[in-house]
């Protein structure tokens, strides 16, 4: 193939951004583990408020730092619809869906997951700064998707030693 210096150096710079992005892709799933929030289950959906975790809806405390949110999604609600946690905790969410798909984004944040019915989903963060975080629907759901929100209130501790007892004892249910 006859080809011009030139374009045969921007044959190499593509094919080289090429390599260099595969080789990103492989290095942030292997060596830092990092994936798509996939489907860690599968549910019935019309049993879902009778299986656990989602027969417990709400907020778990699961280690010093670390909360669990129990959250179902039905047209056109979130359930529950707010949750406090505080600040400079790790949340995972588990959540799914009754009846149709729904999304399910903290604004601001990088959470985002698509809740399909028979799939449980679940993902984590971490609420460095108190304040409110809307949760939105960001999947089309029907005539009430505009409606679909909830909120996260991520709480500031009074005191470093105090910890986050005033929010919630290990194990209970906030709602
Ligand atoms: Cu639920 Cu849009």
Redesign the pocket.
């Known amino acids: 193939m006859k080809a011009h210096v030139y374009e045969k150096g921007m044959l190499a710079v593509g094919l080289g951004v090429l390599v260099a992005c595969a080789a990103a892709l492989v290095y942030a799933s292997v060596a830092l583990g990092l994936h798509l929030p996939g489907r860690t289950a599968q549910i019935v959906p019309q049993d879902v408020y009778r299986v656990p975790p989602f027969n417990q809806t709400g907020v778990r405390q699961t280690g010093p730092n670390a909360y669990e949110v129990v959250m179902v999604?039905q047209?056109?609600a979130f359930v529950p619809g707010e949750v406090r946690v505080p600040v400079g905790s790790d949340v995972t969410f588990t959540a799914t869906s009754v009846d149709i798909i729904?999304?399910l984004n903290v604004e601001g944040t990088r959470l985002n997951l698509m809740l399909i019915p028979g799939q449980v989903t679940r993902n984590s963060i971490r609420f460095n700064r108190p304040g409110e975080y809307l949760i939105i629907?960001h999947?089309?759901?029907g005539i009430g998707?505009h409606h679909?929100f909830g909120k996260v209130v991520v709480e500031p501790v009074a005191s470093a030693s105090a910890g986050s007892s005033a929010v919630t004892t290990p194990g209970s249910l906030v709602r």
Do not use: K, N, P, S
């Open positions: 999604a047209a056109w729904h999304g629907c999947e089309y759901c998707h679909m």
